[in-house]
């Protein structure tokens, strides 16, 4: 078993108990001492009302204990306490996230949501160049909660949750079994996340056993890291599948061509087998995850246009986690914004699938330019420009009549 990194240790705590964070971070050291590298410990609160010296002192408090950063989720747009505080924390932190979770356990949105949602996306990027909204994200049927920020979620359960990242561990078995069979590296793949996943339990376990918080699960989605810290890339897997039988003549297969939703199919549905076969549990999107501006390659594929927002929608309907971490024109984007909102929900609700939006409105950019990001877990790519979006919901009489389901 190649050893996977930690991505996050994110504990589920309100901010009433926000002392037992202490002991989560203290109990889950024993990663370290197991030889385990942990990038980040997290930490997940309900929804709340924020003010500024609520937000400054919880992340002085958090960053005392040794939490990377935090996250709030929230569940109503249009109510102006919660656009308010998701503003609060936005403005008032450095490594705080929110997340809005839109759809029910029925599966219908309010589509007068939408509208005060892609503002509030849209005027973060006002300030920072659009590097905060890195920090905001929406979601849709995530009823288990989710390691990995922005989409993270406390139901008041006084839990944790990890995140992986096992890039390298995939491409090792592909590159290690070249001439195999796609049921054998299936096989080979599933072996190699079983493995880990037992590995792991068994740690946390322990640090359930040590903190007295319940562990929720492993969130085994495919999550990349850029260059220069770890240039684990979720698209260089994908590549190295659809060059497997490529002759020296043949042209170089590039994600976004014929046969990537093959392969991404073909990964996604191995993860999901094993969460369905382990006596272990798991939790959140447990998928691939292709993060624009956190993967080195997705990035350039975006930038030749190998790949486009349609290939992201595309590798949603079986098993991806939506659009992540995409760069886009901020002039006009709140229609736009609008429009992808409710292209994810209509995804999500049929698929009966969690899929999340997260989108960066660039200021004062045009199609075709580059980002120009200084920051570890970025890489930077080409700022698209989709047009604009459609504006259904701002029809009076869908205002009046604004639940919608399919």
Request: charged share 25%; aromatic share 10%; with cysteine.
């Amino acid at each position: 078993m190649t050893r996977p990194i930690i991505r996050a240790v994110t504990g589920f705590i309100g901010h009433q108990d926000i002392e037992l964070y202490k002991a989560l971070v203290d109990s889950s050291k024993i990663f370290e001492e197991r030889g385990y590298k942990v990038r980040t410990r997290r930490a997940s609160f309900e929804n709340r009302e924020w003010s500024k010296v609520s937000v400054i002192e919880t992340a002085e408090y958090l960053d005392s204990m040794g939490i990377w950063g935090f996250s709030c989720s929230f569940d109503d747009p249009i109510d102006p306490i919660q656009i308010a505080s998701a503003k609060t924390i936005i403005e008032n932190s450095e490594n705080g996230f929110v997340n809005f979770q839109l759809a029910d356990d029925d599966w219908k949105i309010d589509t007068n949501q939408v509208d005060p949602l892609a503002r509030f996306i849209s005027n973060v990027s006002n300030n920072g160049g659009g590097i905060n909204n890195f920090r905001v994200g929406v979601s849709f049927g995530l009823d288990s909660p989710t390691p990995f920020f922005p989409f993270s979620s406390n139901n008041g359960e006084k839990s944790f949750a990890v995140g992986l990242e096992y890039v390298d561990s995939l491409l090792k078995i592909i590159r290690e079994n070249n001439r195999s069979s796609l049921s054998e590296i299936r096989a080979s793949i599933a072996e190699e996340l079983k493995e880990i996943c037992s590995s792991i339990s068994e740690v946390c376990e322990k640090i359930s056993l040590d903190s007295g918080l319940a562990f929720r699960g492993i969130d085994l989605s495919l999550a990349p890291f850029p260059y220069p810290l770890e240039d684990q890339s979720v698209v260089e897997v994908i590549e190295e599948l659809g060059n497997l039988a490529r002759s020296r003549g043949d042209p170089i297969f590039r994600f976004g061509m014929s046969g990537t939703l093959f392969f991404h199919t073909f990964l996604t549905q191995t993860i999901k087998r094993v969460t369905e076969e382990i006596n272990i549990p798991t939790t959140g999107f447990n998928g691939i995850m292709y993060s624009v501006l956190e993967d080195s390659r997705l990035g350039q594929r975006f930038a030749d246009k190998t790949c486009g927002i349609s290939d992201l929608l595309l590798t949603s309907t079986t098993c991806g986690c939506g659009i992540d971490m995409l760069p886009i024109v901020k002039r006009g984007s709140e229609k736009l914004i609008g429009g992808m909102i409710l292209d994810i929900f209509s995804l999500a609700s049929m698929m009966k699938k969690p899929l999340g939006l997260r989108v960066l409105p660039i200021p004062e950019s045009r199609a075709g330019d580059w980002t120009r990001f200084k920051h570890l877990f970025f890489t930077n790519t080409a700022i698209v420009d989709s047009g604009t979006g459609i504006s259904i919901h701002q029809l009076p009489s869908q205002v009046d009549d604004s639940i919608f389901r399919f």
